[in-house]
């Protein structure tokens, strides 16, 4: 009898380190859509590249308090979202698998110095193409077009896009680019203009019929429009331009070569669409790859 008692615990112990994984730990396939890693993977020149087989592993650099894109569960530690399926898909087609994949997250403003320090490998979280970060790090991609939108409650439809969000209130974060562009396009009075130091708590203000809608990258926004479906949706058109880039060492062209062919790749045979159906696309909001722009 206490032999089996015995038995049972361990069995049910292993069963819980199982589902509670740990920091940097790979999670679940969030997307199902399976990344099996490719043997034999050669990258000449890339010093990165060499650096990962050496060490076996890949470290990632990601976001993980974004919803739908760049999101950590705090109960079980895992990663799911549509960046992270992107970074999985890329390391699976380098050789790693997903129990091969060490996470970082890396806030915003410290992107730069950490791939620059070689801390990751490779960064994929929001992560907008512009000439000034090029100065520092270069981009693989972009795996896709972002730009300024708009969620509202599912049942609104007097909001359709920016011109209509005259007497409405507008939340975003505080300082952010998108809340300046409503306020220098006047598309809402003063007052009505509404900052919080995170978009959850913009949403939160949404659900709670606080505030009418809330701005910023449309991405980020579909992140949150498909946790939930039945309340909240994208509408309009984007009003700027953010192209999402995988952000790497920027002496490292062989690696970035490689990448890009990666994500051409997904395009080409539909492995792109499938991850953005199970992830973003839940959202309702239609998307497709962009074209890569190699240098």
């Known amino acids: 009898m206490k032999l ?3 038995v ?8 819980a380190l199982t589902a509670c994984g740990k920091e940097g730990s ?32 890949v470290v990632i650099g990601v976001k993980d308090d974004q919803p739908g894109l760049g ?22 087609q380098l050789g790693f698998g997903a129990d091969k994949i060490d996470y970082k997250t890396v806030p915003s403003a410290a992107r730069e110095d950490t791939i620059s320090r070689g801390e990751v490998d490779y960064y994929v979280g929001t992560y907008t193409i512009n000439d000034n970060r090029k100065q520092r790090v270069s981009f693989a991609g972009p795996y896709f077009i972002a730009g300024q939108g708009i969620l509202v409650r599912s049942d ?9 969000l005259k007497g409405k209130k507008v939340c975003s974060v505080t300082g952010s680019t998108p809340i300046q562009r409503v306020r220098d396009q006047g ?36 992140g949150y429009a498909s946790q939930q479906p039945d309340k909240l949706k994208v509408v309009g058109d984007t009003f700027s331009t953010e192209p999402y880039g995988i952000g790497l060492n920027k002496d490292d062209a062989a690696l970035r070569g490689k990448i890009n062919d990666i994500l051409q790749a997904s395009y080409d045979d539909g492995t792109w ?18 074209p890569l722009q190699r240098y």
């Open 4 to 6: 089996r008692t015995l």
């Open 8 to 15: 049972v615990g361990l069995m049910a112990t292993a069963l």
């Open 26 to 57: 790979p999670g679940s396939e969030g997307s199902g859509v399976t990344q099996e890693a490719v043997a034999d993977v050669q990258v000449p020149g890339s010093t990165t590249f060499a650096a990962m087989q050496q060490r076996g592993r």
């Open 71 to 92: 999101f950590k569960d705090a109960t079980t530690g895992q990663y799911s979202g549509f960046d992270i399926e992107i970074a999985r898909l890329v390391a699976a």
């Open 156 to 164: 609104e439809t007097a909001i359709t896009g920016k011109d209509t």
């Open 187 to 222: 598309l809402t009075e003063p007052g009505n203009i509404v900052e919080f130091q995170t978009y959850t708590q913009c949403v939160d203000q949404l659900l709670a019929n606080q505030v009418d809608a809330v701005t910023t990258d449309d991405a980020i926004l579909k």
């Open 273 to 290: 669409q499938k991850i953005y159906d199970s992830t973003l696309g839940k959202s309702g909001s239609a998307g497709s790859p962009p």
